[in-house]
């Protein structure tokens, strides 16, 4: 955080943030609510003035109060409808609870597993980001499990998830989650996935980290028969964002009268942002967004990881 004093307008605290390696960005605080390191991860909240309460990890916003919505149903609720019938669902991160939320609004789930690496992040949102839903903490379906994602997924018996959603921080150099962007992890991912499973993952900016975006893509693309991107502006990231979803059944392209009556069947209820129209909104925004993507991605793989600013 800087304090900036250099004209009366730009007086006061502000948090700054790598929106790419050219661009930093710079919002105005207006309340420090919690600053801390934890084993894995630099820990902030603060109240600001854009975007409201905000959890930043490693510097880098993961949900503000304002938008978290728009982000987490549409890593969630794309994958539950295109799987149409989740029992079984992983989700590996998504410590602020808000994920786990979303997949708890479906009646068909009987199973969540949230396996996060970092249980101060759970318990540091709880404490002072309770707004996002930690609620959820107390569903029976649930079952909590700290541990690095990747290791525990490794100890799971074979064709076991429905729904497998990655939601972990961006790809950081010396961050928690870069293995989790790797050819590797997603060859065990496909093996630990039920043959109609679905695979989500938060994909980074298609247009502020191109490169890095297409390569996810491609990585997946080099594992998975079918893959498929949905786009959404979140204004808190500063961008549109890459959400990309993978299964090895031919099931990611729905129609919206289907996505509809899976909503409805499944009593989810309460969104604010996701509805069968929307999706196809995110598809061709992604569609159009792609074709401006002008960098060639790469396989990324454990042994040469990739990584955003
Ligand atoms: N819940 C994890 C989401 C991570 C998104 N990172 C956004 C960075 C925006 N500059």
Known sequence: MTNNNNTDEAMGLWQSEWISKDILEFYRVSKIIYLGK??????????????????????????????????HETLVHPALSMHGNPKRVVVVGGGECATIREVAKWSSVDEIIMVELDKEVIEITSKYLGELGHGVLDDPRLRLVIEEGRKWLSEQPNKSI??????????LEGG????????????????????DGVLATQATSPV????????????????????????????????????????????????????????????????KFYAADMHFSLKCIAEKYECLI???????EDNSPIFVK
């Open 294 to 300: 002008s960098s060639t991605g790469r396989i990324i």
């Open 176 to 195: 928690p989650s870069y293995l989790l962007f790797t050819r590797e992890f997603y060859q065990l991912a496909s093996q630990k996935l039920k043959d």
């Open 162 to 171: 429905d729904v497998l959603i990655i939601d972990v921080t961006d790809p």
């Open 38 to 71: 934890t084993k894995y991860q630099k820990i902030t909240v603060i109240e600001t003035l854009p975007y409201g309460k905000c959890l930043l990890l490693d510097d880098k916003m993961q949900s503000s109060l304002k938008d978290e919505y728009i982000y």
């Open 208 to 271: 502020h980290n191109e490169f890095v975006y297409d390569s996810i893509k491609k990585t997946l693309a080099s594992i998975f028969k079918y893959v498929i991107p949905l786009h959404a502006f979140i204004k808190s990231y500063s961008s549109i964002w890459g959400f990309l979803f993978a299964s090895n059944k031919n099931i990611l392209e729905i129609a919206p009268d289907t996505i509809k009556e899976r909503l409805r069947v499944n009593g989810v209820s309460d969104l």
